[in-house]
Protein backbone atom coordinates (compact mmCIF):
# COMPACT_ATOMS: atom_id res chain seq x y z
CA UNK A 1 0.00 0.00 0.00
CA UNK A 2 1.41 3.33 -0.37
CA UNK A 3 2.13 6.02 1.85
CA UNK A 4 -0.50 8.39 0.75
CA UNK A 5 -3.42 5.57 0.87
CA UNK A 6 -1.86 4.52 4.36
CA UNK A 7 -2.19 8.19 5.62
CA UNK A 8 -4.95 8.89 4.15
CA UNK A 9 -6.86 5.43 6.14
CA UNK A 10 -4.34 7.06 8.90
CA UNK A 11 -6.47 9.90 9.32
CA UNK A 12 -9.68 8.74 8.51
CA UNK A 13 -9.22 6.33 11.32
CA UNK A 14 -8.53 9.26 14.00
CA UNK A 15 -11.49 11.25 12.83
CA UNK A 16 -13.89 8.32 12.93
CA UNK A 17 -11.95 7.95 16.79
CA UNK A 18 -12.65 11.58 17.48
CA UNK A 19 -16.18 11.55 16.73
CA UNK A 20 -16.89 8.05 18.49
CA UNK A 21 -15.42 10.45 21.65
CA UNK A 22 -16.99 13.74 21.23
CA UNK A 23 -20.50 11.19 20.76
CA UNK A 24 -19.89 9.64 24.25
CA UNK A 25 -19.03 13.04 26.06
CA UNK A 26 -22.04 14.59 24.65
CA UNK A 27 -24.32 11.91 25.17
CA UNK A 28 -22.57 11.65 29.33
CA UNK A 29 -23.19 15.03 30.10
CA UNK A 30 -26.31 15.27 28.70
CA UNK A 31 -27.87 12.17 30.18
CA UNK A 32 -25.74 10.87 33.38
CA UNK A 33 -23.56 13.94 34.73
CA UNK A 34 -23.82 18.21 33.93
CA UNK A 35 -21.80 20.89 35.32
CA UNK A 36 -23.06 23.91 36.92
CA UNK A 37 -21.84 27.23 38.01
CA UNK A 38 -23.96 29.00 40.58
CA UNK A 39 -24.40 32.48 39.93
CA UNK A 40 -26.08 33.40 42.53
CA UNK A 41 -25.95 33.14 46.66
CA UNK A 42 -29.34 31.67 47.05
CA UNK A 43 -28.07 28.15 48.25
CA UNK A 44 -24.89 30.14 50.86
CA UNK A 45 -23.53 28.50 53.07
CA UNK A 46 -24.67 25.18 51.35
CA UNK A 47 -23.17 26.51 48.07
CA UNK A 48 -21.35 30.14 47.15
CA UNK A 49 -22.22 32.02 44.51
CA UNK A 50 -19.86 31.14 41.67
CA UNK A 51 -18.77 27.62 43.01
CA UNK A 52 -19.15 24.93 40.40
CA UNK A 53 -21.09 21.59 41.00
CA UNK A 54 -21.62 18.47 39.22
CA UNK A 55 -25.15 17.70 38.83
CA UNK A 56 -26.23 13.64 38.33
CA UNK A 57 -29.53 12.98 36.18
CA UNK A 58 -29.23 9.27 37.21
CA UNK A 59 -31.23 8.87 40.57
CA UNK A 60 -34.46 10.35 38.88
CA UNK A 61 -34.32 8.16 36.37
CA UNK A 62 -35.79 5.69 38.64
CA UNK A 63 -37.06 7.93 41.57
CA UNK A 64 -38.69 10.91 42.46
CA UNK A 65 -36.83 13.63 44.66
CA UNK A 66 -36.83 13.55 48.20
CA UNK A 67 -37.16 16.15 50.67
CA UNK A 68 -33.76 17.55 52.06
CA UNK A 69 -32.35 17.03 48.67
CA UNK A 70 -30.36 19.74 46.50
CA UNK A 71 -32.29 19.31 43.00
CA UNK A 72 -31.19 21.60 39.76
CA UNK A 73 -33.93 22.41 37.66
CA UNK A 74 -35.08 24.62 34.48
CA UNK A 75 -36.46 27.74 34.94
CA UNK A 76 -37.22 28.97 31.47
CA UNK A 77 -33.77 29.62 30.00
CA UNK A 78 -31.52 28.89 33.13
CA UNK A 79 -31.01 26.04 35.20
CA UNK A 80 -31.64 27.15 39.22
CA UNK A 81 -30.65 24.83 42.19
CA UNK A 82 -32.75 24.61 45.36
CA UNK A 83 -33.39 22.31 48.26
CA UNK A 84 -36.76 20.16 48.54
CA UNK A 85 -38.71 21.32 51.07
CA UNK A 86 -42.09 19.85 50.38
CA UNK A 87 -43.84 16.55 48.25
CA UNK A 88 -46.60 16.21 46.21
CA UNK A 89 -49.85 16.77 48.60
CA UNK A 90 -47.77 18.55 51.21
CA UNK A 91 -49.37 21.55 53.49
CA UNK A 92 -46.15 23.94 53.43
CA UNK A 93 -46.80 26.94 55.97
CA UNK A 94 -44.58 29.70 57.10
CA UNK A 95 -45.38 30.84 60.81
CA UNK A 96 -43.05 33.52 62.77
CA UNK A 97 -40.20 32.57 60.20
CA UNK A 98 -40.52 28.76 60.71
CA UNK A 99 -41.21 26.24 58.17
CA UNK A 100 -44.36 23.83 59.45
CA UNK A 101 -44.83 21.12 56.97
CA UNK A 102 -48.33 19.33 57.40
CA UNK A 103 -48.24 21.42 60.50
CA UNK A 104 -44.52 19.81 61.91
CA UNK A 105 -41.85 22.61 62.28
CA UNK A 106 -38.46 21.26 60.14
CA UNK A 107 -35.15 20.64 61.71
CA UNK A 108 -33.31 22.81 59.13
CA UNK A 109 -29.93 23.33 61.32
CA UNK A 110 -28.05 20.99 59.15
CA UNK A 111 -28.40 23.65 56.51
CA UNK A 112 -29.58 26.79 57.50
CA UNK A 113 -27.30 29.65 59.41
CA UNK A 114 -28.08 30.62 62.99
CA UNK A 115 -30.94 32.76 63.12
CA UNK A 116 -31.70 32.52 59.45
CA UNK A 117 -35.77 33.62 58.84
CA UNK A 118 -37.69 31.46 56.24
CA UNK A 119 -40.44 34.48 55.93
CA UNK A 120 -42.83 34.70 53.08
CA UNK A 121 -41.15 35.95 49.62
CA UNK A 122 -41.60 39.35 49.42
CA UNK A 123 -44.20 40.95 47.24
CA UNK A 124 -45.57 37.31 45.93
CA UNK A 125 -49.45 37.84 45.62
CA UNK A 126 -49.97 34.43 44.11
CA UNK A 127 -48.10 32.26 46.99
CA UNK A 128 -50.25 32.43 49.77
CA UNK A 129 -49.67 30.41 53.26
CA UNK A 130 -50.52 27.76 54.33
CA UNK A 131 -49.71 26.80 50.79
CA UNK A 132 -50.89 22.55 49.46
CA UNK A 133 -47.96 21.67 46.96
CA UNK A 134 -49.82 20.52 43.90
CA UNK A 135 -49.43 16.66 42.30
CA UNK A 136 -46.23 16.03 40.40
CA UNK A 137 -44.50 19.75 42.47
CA UNK A 138 -42.46 19.87 44.51
CA UNK A 139 -42.06 22.89 46.84
CA UNK A 140 -38.20 24.30 46.85
CA UNK A 141 -36.61 27.05 48.67
CA UNK A 142 -32.82 28.58 48.43
CA UNK A 143 -30.70 27.92 51.82
CA UNK A 144 -30.01 31.53 51.81
CA UNK A 145 -33.68 32.61 52.77
CA UNK A 146 -33.07 36.16 52.13
CA UNK A 147 -31.93 36.19 48.64
CA UNK A 148 -33.55 32.84 47.32
CA UNK A 149 -36.22 33.83 44.67
CA UNK A 150 -37.89 30.48 44.98
CA UNK A 151 -40.87 29.05 45.71
CA UNK A 152 -42.65 31.86 48.49
CA UNK A 153 -42.45 33.66 44.88
CA UNK A 154 -42.72 30.96 42.26
CA UNK A 155 -45.25 28.27 43.41
CA UNK A 156 -44.57 24.65 43.65
CA UNK A 157 -42.34 23.33 40.91
CA UNK A 158 -43.38 20.62 38.16
CA UNK A 159 -41.87 17.34 38.42
CA UNK A 160 -40.88 17.22 34.76
CA UNK A 161 -38.66 20.80 35.33
CA UNK A 162 -36.52 18.85 37.97
CA UNK A 163 -33.56 17.10 35.92
CA UNK A 164 -30.92 16.30 38.29
CA UNK A 165 -29.69 15.75 41.92
CA UNK A 166 -26.40 18.29 42.41
CA UNK A 167 -23.90 16.11 43.57
CA UNK A 168 -20.22 17.33 44.21
CA UNK A 169 -19.02 20.72 44.48
CA UNK A 170 -15.84 20.65 42.28
CA UNK A 171 -14.78 24.14 42.76
CA UNK A 172 -13.18 25.81 44.55
CA UNK A 173 -10.68 22.93 45.01
CA UNK A 174 -10.44 23.28 48.70
CA UNK A 175 -14.29 22.51 49.49
CA UNK A 176 -14.46 19.70 46.99
CA UNK A 177 -16.90 17.22 48.32
CA UNK A 178 -20.70 15.54 48.63
CA UNK A 179 -23.47 18.13 48.76
CA UNK A 180 -25.94 17.50 51.72
Not at 25 to 44: D, E, G, Q, W, Y
Request: proline letters at 5%; hydrophobic letters at 40%.
Amino acid sequence: MSKVLYSIKGCVEFIKELVLVVLVALLFTSFIVSHNKIPTPSMVSTINEQDHILTTMVPYYYRNPEVGEIVVFKQGEESWVKRVIGLPGDIIDIREGQVYVNDEAIDESAYLAAGMSSEPYPGSDHVTFPYTVQEDHYFLMGDNRAQSQDCRYLGAIARDKIYGKAWIKIYPFNQIGLLK
